[in-house]
C-alpha cells in the first residue's frame, strides 16, 4: 500500500506519517516548507521520519500544477491524505493570497491528481472553522454550514464542495474531516498552547482572548490521527437513504463523507490555561483583550457519525494532553 501525506512537514501530517510508518505502510510525503511558522521544527520533524526507508519526501507546493500533475503520473498512491493548507483564522484576515493558493487551488490540482490516476479514497482537512456563526451546539455534520466568518473557513468549506463535485462527476470517494482544536507534542507555534507555554516558562503575557470567555474542543494529536487512519479505511459509498428534498450535509447519492473529529468536551479558556499552569508549576502573567476578528466563542464536536462509522471517540482528558506537551516542550527546547 502507498499513501501520498500533503503537509508532511506539518504537526498532524508528521504525526500521521510517523504512525502510518510504524505500521508498514510505504508513504510520500510533500510539503512546501513555508515559513508561516518556525521552518526549522518542520525540518525536524521531517528528519525522524526520514529515517525511515519507506519514506519518501518531495519538496513539493500544491498550487504547482504541472509538478502535483506529474507526482501523481510517476507514483501510483493507493490512498491520498491531504493535510496541506495555508492554517490559522487571524492569518487569513493579514495575507488572503496564501489561502487562495494553498487551500484552494492547491485542493485543486489535488483533486485532479486522484480522478486522473485511480485513487482509492481521498481524506482531506477541514476545520471546525466552518461552523462560523452556527450557535446550535454540539456541532453536527448535518447542520448546515453556511456562514463562515474567515476566509480560512470559507476555503475550508470551499474544499467540500469540491470534493463533492468530484464524488458526483467521477465517482471519486471522498472523505472530510473537520478537526477541532488540535494539540499535543510538535504542535503549531501559533496555537494557543504553545503560545501560552513559551509565555510563562519566559515569564512574559499570555493574551487571554474575549476575557476569558471562550471555550473550546481542544483535541489531542494522537485522537486525530487515530481518527484520520480509520476513516482512511472507511472508504465512503453512496448513502442509500439520501435524498434531494431533505438533504443530508454529511453524505450524499455518491461516494462522499464529512465527520467531525473533535474530543467531545469543550473545555472553557481558563481552565485550560490553568491546567497549563499546573504542568509548568508557574502562574500566567494574563493580558485580558476582546474577540479578535474570524473567531468563534466556543467550538463542541458531535462525533456520532464518526463513532458509528469508525467505532472510535477521541476521549484523551485535556490534563494529560498538556502535561505531554509541556513536557516534550521542554525537552526540546532544553
Same mark, same amino acid.
Given at each position: #500500500?502507498?499513501?501520498?501525506?500533503?503537509?508532511?512537514?506539518?504537526?498532524?501530517?508528521?504525526?500521521?506519517?510517523?504512525?502510518?510508518?510504524?505500521?508498514?505502510?510505504?508513504?510520500?510525503?510533500?510539503?512546501?516548507?513555508?515559513?508561516?511558522?518556525?521552518?526549522?521544527?518542520?525540518?525536524?520533524?521531517?528528519?525522524?521520519?526520514?529515517?525511515?526507508?519507506?519514506?519518501?519526501?518531495?519538496?513539493?507546493?500544491?498550487?504547482?500544477?504541472?509538478?502535483?500533475?506529474?507526482?501523481?503520473?510517476?507514483?501510483?498512491?493507493?490512498?491520498?491524505?491531504?493535510?496541506?493548507?495555508?492554517?490559522?483564522?487571524?492569518?487569513?484576515?493579514?495575507?488572503?493570497?496564501?489561502?487562495?493558493?494553498?487551500?484552494?487551488?492547491?485542493?485543486?490540482?489535488?483533486l485532479e491528481g486522484c480522478r486522473h490516476?485511480?485513487?482509492?479514497?481521498?481524506?482531506?482537512?477541514?476545520?471546525?472553522?466552518?461552523?462560523?456563526?452556527?450557535?446550535?451546539?454540539?456541532?453536527?455534520?448535518?447542520?448546515?454550514?453556511?456562514?463562515?466568518?474567515?476566509?480560512?473557513?470559507?476555503?475550508?468549506?470551499?474544499?467540500?464542495?469540491?470534493?463533492?463535485?468530484?464524488?458526483?462527476?467521477?465517482?471519486?470517494?471522498?472523505?472530510?474531516?473537520?478537526?477541532?482544536t488540535v494539540y499535543g507534542p510538535w504542535?503549531?507555534?501559533? #496555537?494557543?498552547?504553545?503560545l501560552f507555554t513559551k509565555a510563562i516558562?519566559?515569564?512574559?503575557?499570555?493574551?487571554?482572548?474575549?476575557?476569558?470567555?471562550?471555550?473550546?474542543?481542544?483535541?489531542?494529536?494522537?485522537?486525530?490521527?487515530?481518527?484520520?487512519?480509520?476513516? #482512511?479505511?472507511?472508504?465512503?459509498?453512496?448513502?442509500?437513504?439520501?435524498?434531494?428534498?431533505?438533504?443530508?450535509?454529511?453524505?450524499?447519492?455518491?461516494?462522499?463523507?464529512?465527520?467531525?473529529?473533535?474530543?467531545?468536551?469543550?473545555?472553557?479558556? #481558563?481552565?485550560?490555561?490553568?491546567?497549563?499552569?499546573?504542568?509548568?508549576?508557574?502562574?500566567?502573567?494574563?493580558?485580558?483583550?476582546?474577540?479578535?476578528?474570524?473567531?468563534?466563542?466556543?467550538?463542541?464536536?458531535?462525533?456520532?457519525?464518526?463513532?458509528?462509522?469508525?467505532?472510535?471517540?477521541?476521549?484523551?482528558?485535556?490534563?494529560?494532553?498538556?502535561?505531554?506537551?509541556?513536557?516534550?516542550?521542554?525537552?526540546?527546547?532544553?
Amino acid at each position: #500500500m502507498k499513501v501520498l501525506v500533503t503537509g508532511a512537514a506539518g504537526f498532524i501530517g508528521f504525526n500521521l506519517t510517523a504512525r502510518l510508518l510504524r505500521e508498514g505502510v510505504n508513504v510520500c510525503g510533500i510539503d512546501n516548507l513555508n515559513d508561516y511558522y518556525d521552518v526549522n521544527l518542520k525540518k525536524t520533524r521531517l528528519s525522524i521520519i526520514g529515517k525511515d526507508p519507506k519514506f519518501e519526501f518531495l519538496l513539493n507546493d500544491l498550487s504547482d500544477r504541472e509538478k502535483i500533475k506529474k507526482l501523481f503520473e510517476t507514483h501510483q498512491f493507493d490512498y491520498v491524505i491531504n493535510l496541506a493548507a495555508q492554517a490559522g483564522v487571524r492569518y487569513s484576515i493579514e495575507n488572503p493570497a496564501s489561502y487562495i493558493d494553498s487551500n484552494l487551488v492547491g485542493f485543486g490540482n489535488i483533486l485532479e491528481g486522484c480522478r486522473h490516476s485511480g485513487v482509492k479514497h481521498l481524506v482531506y482537512a477541514s476545520s471546525s472553522s466552518v461552523y462560523g456563526l452556527n450557535t446550535n451546539m454540539p456541532f453536527s455534520v448535518r447542520h448546515n454550514v453556511d456562514h463562515p466568518i474567515s476566509l480560512y473557513a470559507a476555503s475550508k468549506k470551499a474544499n467540500e464542495l469540491m470534493a463533492h463535485t468530484y464524488s458526483y462527476l467521477y465517482n471519486l470517494p471522498t472523505t472530510g474531516l473537520r478537526f477541532f482544536t488540535v494539540y499535543g507534542p510538535w504542535g503549531r507555534p501559533d #496555537m494557543a498552547l504553545f503560545l501560552f507555554t513559551k509565555a510563562i516558562l519566559n515569564n512574559e503575557p499570555i493574551k487571554v482572548f474575549n476575557n476569558g470567555d471562550m471555550k473550546r474542543d481542544f483535541t489531542y494529536i494522537d485522537d486525530i490521527v487515530e481518527g484520520v487512519v480509520r476513516v #482512511m479505511n472507511t472508504i465512503p459509498k453512496a448513502d442509500p437513504d439520501w435524498t434531494s428534498d431533505t438533504p443530508n450535509p454529511s453524505s450524499s447519492c455518491v461516494p462522499y463523507k464529512l465527520y467531525n473529529i473533535g474530543n467531545n468536551q469543550p473545555v472553557a479558556l #481558563m481552565a485550560f490555561i490553568e491546567a497549563i499552569e499546573k504542568a509548568i508549576g508557574k502562574k500566567a502573567i494574563k493580558e485580558y483583550l476582546p474577540l479578535q476578528a474570524g473567531d468563534v466563542p466556543a467550538t463542541y464536536a458531535d462525533v456520532s457519525d464518526l463513532i458509528k462509522d469508525t467505532s472510535f471517540k477521541p476521549a484523551t482528558p485535556i490534563v494529560e494532553g498538556i502535561n505531554n506537551f509541556v513536557k516534550w516542550y521542554k525537552e526540546y527546547y532544553e
